[in-house]
């Protein structure tokens, strides 16, 4: 099937924005097209296909939870758009579904081509068998607890973070039904086994739900005389949203702890079964766990939760995965003592992953240690596990430095692990701020004070990501550091306006949400109309995750109509039209999808042959511009500029990984050049080139700051 085919919107008159929802589906719909793709490498194709089912639960815990939410509680003409979307929705889902099932299958075919096998339970021979069987007796069958379902008893609610069996039985010749978790949260879901007898290459893997299958007796402990057993994987996906309340009396921790357990037992909004599951035992999980009429039943194919295809195994020669990009080093980093010194020295600006996020890392452990480091503050909105990042703020608090973390407890699906660093944080020695209830704090910045001579100076950090080692391999972003007094002494404002919010703060430099970005967004916006229309250069170029505000699309669209030449890049969700005569013809929207996920927000404005650079934060949402704390900071550095311009004209060459926005979300290939221009790729060779060219030593800068865009 066809991109067309899924996206062509329904006859009427034509929009002047399109559904961010159904732009979103668009944006996954490129994923799948990479696990589709020959040229890509199998096993990155697995796991393509695992980043396509990943973003899919999101998107209904997410967006189709906020979409049905409305819907129950609307009347009239916005109920009606609200059930029509739903129904769009599910009928496009339904359809990549399909595709993605035909690309599996494809992907088992090419691993079959390199030697690796994955095989079902029918499959078995008899060596293999005994493998299997020893397997689930030592591993497999002390995690399991089948729940038998009678017409008395409710059914115990079943998580969404995980697949379910859904079972038939006959015992006593009598039907009786049951779930079962799979527990793929504690074992892998790919387990490697023995080749058949007399085959010693390739390797063979069967999936644990596959395991289950072949001993499904041997799960109900002989308690039951089971005369035929039969199993059918089936997938909730529930609403994630946190409903907060506002009692003064409990801690927000508390509060946010509290919701996360109500988030367990959450409406589902979608419902997805083994299409081969039989009617009667589909009817009873479909009363049992109350269906709704909002919700969205799917049937599939027999396996879910493809997201653990994301950790499909390492195996078979490095040409069945991408190659790896060594980490490129910062010249301005070279010959001196220590990063402050480096800092003072020049502007540094690092584009992860073809940089290393150890420099921020170093950063904060030079920090922790420099006897001249009075205090560290830092804005956490996701980090890893085991992060390096905190371990180096303990150590901080440990060495005597006053550390402050404003840790957010509110960034989905990750709150757990912030409530549980903010614990440690506060044991060790930080203080911590919650931030403010109802206004994300989703800022990516560090401000480390340090004596110098008589007086404190600031070093700060303005970021386009989190500070996540983990995800900053995988995550392209762009990180600022600089020694800049007047951002570091806005940062410093930002951080107590953070501790206390009733406070109404001025910057200098910065373009802070909830209560400057928009307007000065607006405002250089406008500064391009002004100058198209007295005939002077005027263009706008604009990198981010994604492009949904009302007022933002409408004042590009007046641009547009003013002549400024408007160039996108947006990842996921672009409700903008482009190139639609007669409001949008001078607008043009690519998207990427490559072996980094594209995160970065970096904005161009021409003023007048002047640039102006800025990287932010915030994406062109309402939720960022007018209901979060986010920071946009300006770029003044010369070679700073000249990185995030190479990232611009790289990724608008790009005819390989890039795809077109339109009206009909096509989602086809950009194929201007004769010569490919794979831009992640050929981006590493530009920033190597750079950093070899830059002067291993260059003259202090000043400390004030160079303008503003306010």
């Known amino acids: 099937m066809r991109s067309t085919d899924l996206f062509s919107p329904s006859a009427g008159p034509a929009p002047s924005m399109l559904p961010k929802e159904l732009t979103w589906l668009a944006f996954n719909e490129r994923v799948l097209q990479e696990a589709a793709d020959p040229a890509v490498p199998v096993i990155e194709r697995m796991r393509y296909l695992g980043i396509f089912s990943n973003n899919l639960d999101e998107f209904f815990r997410v967006r189709v939870a906020d979409a049905r939410r409305l819907a129950s509680f609307s009347a009239g003409d916005r109920k009606q758009q609200l059930q029509t979307l739903l129904h769009d929705i599910s009928e496009r889902v339904v359809a990549l579904n399909h595709r993605f099932d035909e690309v599996y299958y494809d992907v088992l075919i090419a691993l079959r081509q390199k030697n690796i096998f994955l095989i079902h339970e029918g499959q078995l021979d008899a060596g293999q068998s005994v493998a299997v069987r020893d397997y689930f007796l030592r591993r497999v069958a002390p995690l399991l607890c089948p729940i038998l379902l009678d017409d008395q008893s409710p059914i115990p609610t079943l998580t969404d973070t995980g697949i379910w069996f859904g079972i038939k039985l006959r015992t006593d010749n009598r039907i009786r ?50 005369e035929e057993a039969d199993a059918y994987t089936f997938k909730l996906t529930r609403d994630a949203e946190l409903e907060l309340g506002e009692g003064i009396t409990q801690s927000f921790v508390d509060r946010v702890s509290q919701s996360l357990k109500k988030r367990s037992v959450a409406d589902p909004v979608r419902f997805v079964f083994d299409r081969r599951m039989p009617q009667d035992l589909l009817d009873v999980l479909s009363r049992k766990l109350k269906i709704g009429r909002f919700d969205s039943v799917m049937s599939g194919a027999r396996y879910h939760n493809s997201k653990d295809f994301m950790n499909f195994p390492d195996v078979g020669p490095q040409s069945l995965q991408n190659p790896p990009l060594p980490p490129i080093g910062i010249a301005r980093l070279r010959n001196f003592p220590n990063i402050f010194d480096a800092i003072r020295a020049n ?124 995800t900053a391999r995988v995550y392209t972003d762009v990180s600022l550091l600089t020694y800049d007094q007047e951002i570091g002494l806005d940062l410093n404002n930002l951080f107590e306006f953070l501790r206390h919010n009733y406070l109404r703060i001025e910057y200098k430099q910065l373009l802070v949400s909830p209560h400057f970005n928009r307007n000065a967004l607006v405002r250089l916006i406008q500064t391009e109309i002004d ?38 890049i947006v990842r996921g969700m672009c409700s903008l039209i482009p190139g639609r005569p007669g409001l949008s013809d001078n ?124």
């Open 177 to 226: 039904y049951a779930v079962l978790d799979i527990p793929s949260h504690r074992l892998p879901r790919f387990v490697e086994i023995p080749q058949r007898a007399g085959i010693r290459r390739g390797h063979v893997f069967i999936v644990l739900d596959n395991i289950i299958r072949h001993c499904l007796r041997d799960a109900f402990c002989g308690v039951l005389p089971i």
């Open 347 to 470: 502007d540094i600006c690092a584009y992860f992953p073809y940089h290393s996020f150890d420099t921020i890392i170093q950063l904060l452990k030079t920090a922790a240690v420099d006897p001249h480091v009075r205090s560290v503050k830092i804005s956490l909105y996701r980090v890893a596990s085991s992060s390096l990042v905190c371990e180096a703020l303990i150590g901080a608090a440990q060495n005597g430095k006053k550390v402050t973390a404003v840790v957010e407890l509110q960034a989905r699906f990750d709150e757990q692990a912030n409530i549980d660093w903010a614990q440690r944080l506060t044991e060790s020695g930080v203080r911590v701020i919650f931030g403010i209830p109802g206004l994300k704090v989703h800022a990516k910045a560090i401000l480390i004070q340090r004596a110098e001579g008589s007086s404190l100076r600031y070093y700060s950090h303005l970021g386009t990501g989190n500070f996540n080692e983990k």
């Open 531 to 568: 100058n198209a229309r007295n005939g002077e250069p005027a263009s706008i170029f604009l990198k981010c995750n994604n492009l949904v505000d009302d007022q933002i699309v409408e004042r590009l669209y007046a641009a547009s109509a003013a002549g400024v030449k408007v160039r996108l």
């Open 587 to 710: 607008i043009e929207a690519i998207g990427i999808v490559d072996r980094f996920l594209e995160h970065p927000r970096i904005y161009r404005f021409e003023n007048s042959g002047r640039p102006r650079f800025f990287i932010s934060s915030a994406d062109l949402m309402t939720r960022n511009l007018d209901h979060r704390v986010e920071i946009t900071c300006p770029v003044y550095d010369a070679q700073a500029r000249q990185l995030l311009q190479h990232i611009l004209d790289e990724q608008w060459s790009d005819n390989v990984k890039a795809r077109v926005w339109d009206a009909t979300l096509s989602n086809a290939r950009v194929t201007r050049g004769s010569r490919k221009h794979r831009s992640q790729l050929t981006l590493h060779s530009v920033i190597s080139a750079m950093e070899a060219e830059t002067p291993p030593v260059v003259a202090t800068k000043g400390e004030t700051g160079k303008g503003t865009a306010n």
